[in-house]
């Protein structure tokens, strides 16, 4: 019973448009304003009025931010939620004011999948695996062990969990790979330079570098510079996202290989809140396409790339 389309929101707006409340991560990097120019495009050509939030990488802010969408009574709610864990309550909030939610880039591990109508974004692990197998690839005929330090994304976030375990489970074939060192950078250029001076202070030999995005790396490249070592020749590095920055250091052969994370969402996203503003089905899971990077495929790459 009660409005058709089960969209609580009467708009606010008034003038017919679709009203979206969208809770943003941060800007904690260069994958993050590609995906907010993204969204903020989109909605503005979709003709979708767009209420924005970022929530400087703090859970509780993402939680203040869809709590002002109910009360303003948007028509939808999208978000990027910074951790998997910790949104039942407020999405049951989100769900008895009969406001409809789309998860987008990340995801979270509610039980209840009614919480939300849709989630849009990356296979993080599959791109976890795709870094594994170009490691393996890369060192199928040789029996040395390989020692790897690992720049993990924000703790607790779903890209961090699930690039470590797809990671994790395709070198787990060879006992040779080894994890000598495994530490959060937070997805920033900052912290991913100081944990890798770490790893390089406390650990001799280091043969690879898996980063889970690129501004990590951007940062690890400036710590093994300035420890006076070659980046993509005395340390190999793989990197994900593929924004501009990476895939200059991989056409420069400073990163070895970038599994690409496509952070342009929005014409996506704004497709899947119409349709689901209007009542109408839309499929539980939308995967993202997306690709990987070598050194040449950047160069190849680079002139085209929009982000
Ligand atoms: C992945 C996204 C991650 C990017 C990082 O979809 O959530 O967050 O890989 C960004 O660059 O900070
Ligand atoms: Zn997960």
Known sequence: AGCGSGSGGSGGSGDGKIVMGFSQVGAESGWRTANTKSVQESAKAAGI??????????????????????????????FSPVVESGWDTVLQEAKSAKIPVILTDRAVDSKDTSLYRTFLGSDFIEEGKKAGQWLVDQYKDSKDP????????????????????GFQQVISADPKFKIIASQSGNFTRAEGKQVMEAFLKSNPKIDVLYSHNDDMALGAIEAIEGAGKVPGKDIKIISVDAVHDGMQALADGKINYIVE??????????????????????PARVVTQETTFTQDQAKQALPSRKY
Do not use: W
């Not at 767009?50 to 703090?58: C, E, G, I, R, T």
């Not at 720049?151 to 961090?160: F, H, R, Y």
């Open 49 to 78: 009025d767009l209420k924005f939030s970022d929530a400087q990488q703090k859970q509780e802010n993402q939680i203040k931010a869809i709590r002002s969408y109910i009360q303003q009574k948007v028509d939808v709610i999208a």
């Open 146 to 165: 390989v020692n790897i330090v690992q720049l993990e994304g924000t703790t607790g976030s779903a890209p961090a969990n699930d690039r470590k375990t």
């Open 261 to 282: 994370c496509s952070p342009l969402l929005g014409p996506q996203l704004m497709d899947l809140a119409k349709k689901v503003v209007k009542g109408e089905q839309v």
